[in-house]
């Protein structure tokens, strides 16, 4: 530990009693590693959706201001009063931000397995990761391949494994083919490499004529464009191609999942050889896994009388899935991880550039393309 500064740099936010989120850099003490810790030097980490949902919460960032230095920004926001109810057991409470990254191991515990891993490159999984040092129990992480630098091992755990989770999730529930809103998304490029290399069919929702051309380069079949005045029946016509009955919702608010439902019900009842008043009979699903519009969920009528609408997390998957089928899962994205599950990112910044107001607007947007990367000791 002799080389390790005692402390280093670390994004907290805090929503206070007051209703205000704030944002910062701390200095926060480097740990001592146990038998079977390691100390990571962070080199990647991407901000995923769920990374922004900690970070910035229910504050309103139309309301937020910046303040301190170009080094230690600072950046503060309202917290609507709706938000502070959602938040209320985090109040008071400054919290790390940053799910996974990568970075090399500069110190470890006296376990063989710690010390297996100094001076390797490996990629982790445990939050805190928007830091310049993180710990981790070796248990924690995966060693990277030679070769594999940092950016690319970055995002090995919740794009590639919640990719694959919904794959795992279709053939568990008994379904043959998927459909997936925001498709053009990096983990929708992931998952259709995934369908295309495992024989799923999957329809792809989209929004924009551009991101149809993305999933058309990587060989997506099929393409629905929710903006088109033909979404409906376009949609209608993948699910009876596919016999979708079991969708994967990114947006989360507005009418999009109720849509979904609507369509895999129209699509189930034009087979059906006898009306019945009570619809197609037909057990579909949407899992909501994101919250790109914050706006309520529609779900009006005409989804037949056999519907579900529920939420979706990688983490209770996993915990649910055990252990060979998840070793199976991360040995696929360490095999695969320069092809299915390569990540694309169109911006790299530093720690305090993060805290930038105007970077973080540009990163809250959530917008289909744009995946930021931060490298904390870049």
């Known amino acids: 530990m002799s080389t390790l500064p005692e402390k280093g740099l670390q994004i907290r936010t805090l929503i206070k009693p007051e209703g205000e989120l704030e944002l910062s850099l701390a200095e926060v003490e480097i740990p001592t590693p146990g038998p079977t810790d390691i100390i990571i030097k962070v080199e990647a980490t991407p901000i995923n959706p769920s990374d922004l949902g900690l970070l910035v919460g229910a504050g309103d960032i139309s309301t937020a201001v910046q303040s301190g230095t170009a080094d230690r920004p600072v950046i503060t926001a309202k917290v609507p009063e709706a938000g502070m109810r959602a938040m209320k057991a985090r109040i008071g409470e400054s919290l790390p931000v940053g799910n996974e990254g990568a970075g090399t191991v500069v110190a470890a515990g006296e376990s063989e397995a710690a010390q297996a891993l100094l001076g390797k490159r490996v990629t982790g999984l445990g939050g805190e990761f928007y830091a310049e040092y993180r710990m981790l129990n070796v248990a924690q992480v995966m060693e990277l391949p030679d070769g594999i630098s940092a950016e690319q091992g970055a995002s090995c755990y919740v794009n590639p494994l919640t990719a694959l989770s919904f794959v795992e999730t279709m053939r568990n529930m008994g379904h043959e083919s998927l459909v997936h809103t925001a498709a053009a998304s990096n983990l929708g490029q992931m998952l259709n490499k995934i369908c295309l290399k495992d024989g799923v069919p999957l329809v792809n929702i989209v929004r924009k004529e551009e991101q149809a051309e993305i999933l058309r380069g990587i060989g997506a079949k099929h393409i629905v464009n929710s903006t088109s005045p033909t979404f409906m029946e376009d949609l209608i016509a993948a699910l009876m191609e596919t016999g979708a009955t079991l969708g994967f919702d990114a947006i989360g608010g507005g009418p999009l999942a109720g849509q979904l439902l609507i369509a895999m019900e129209a699509a189930a009842s034009r087979k059906m050889k006898e009306y019945s008043r009570y619809g197609s009979g037909q057990e579909t699903q949407v899992f909501i896994y994101g919250r790109l519009d914050m706006s309520p969920t529609l779900v009006p009528p005409g989804v037949g009388f056999a519907w579900n609408l529920s939420g979706y997390l990688l983490t209770p998957f996993l915990q649910k899935a055990g252990k060979e089928v998840r070793a199976r ?26 805290l930038n ?3 973080l607007k540009a990163y809250d947007a959530k917008a289909t393309g744009e995946k930021y990367l931060i490298t904390p000791n870049a």
Request: aromatic share 10%; hydrophobic share 40%.
């Open 329 to 354: 899962m991360y040995k696929r994205v360490i095999d695969e991880l320069t092809t299915t599950f390569a990540s694309h990112y169109t911006k790299r910044i530093s720690l305090a550039e993060a």
């Open 357 to 359: 107001l105007d970077t």
